[in-house]
């Protein structure tokens, strides 16, 4: 840190730790995940995601639970998990691009154990007046 300017040697220090293999997912001390901001337990087996808040609110209504458990992280996702027809399900509002699909792959995969399927709902970019929103 010697050779970096000072406000760059405070950053690099106040680093965590765990980022020493960038092949893992790195995790908070509590077990949350950096991006999804969800620990083992909070996701369910089978992830429905979208790019939209307001998509994935829709879909929230369709769940058989009123009060469904619904947490945002810092890095924009939003997650609401609940059930269909007695199934644990969460919704998963992702925003924009590949990336932010890569980290919920990931990220998720990390804290659900066992077999996981997750589906992408969306328009992914197809504009076309024939096409409802």
Not at 2 to 26: C, F, H, Q, V
Not at 79 to 108: H, N
Not at 124 to 130: A, E, H, K, N, R
Request: net charge positive; hydrophobic share 40%.
């Amino acid at each position: 840190n010697r050779n970096l300017p000072p406000r760059w040697a405070l950053a690099a220090e106040a680093m965590p730790s765990y980022y020493t293999d960038t092949n893992t997912i790195p995790k908070e001390p509590d077990g949350r995940v950096t991006h999804l901001g969800r620990k083992a337990g909070e996701v369910a087996q089978r992830i429905l995601t979208v790019g939209s808040l307001s998509r994935a609110q829709r879909l929230r209504d369709l769940l058989d639970n009123p009060s469904v458990a619904e947490m945002s992280s810092p890095r924009g996702f939003t997650t609401f998990t609940g059930t269909v027809l007695g199934v644990p399900v969460s919704i998963v509002a992702t925003g924009m691009g590949a990336p932010m699909m890569d980290f919920l792959v990931r990220e998720a995969r990390a804290i659900v154990d066992g077999p996981m399927i997750i589906v992408r709902y969306g328009s992914c970019g197809g504009l076309t007046l024939q096409a409802a929103p």
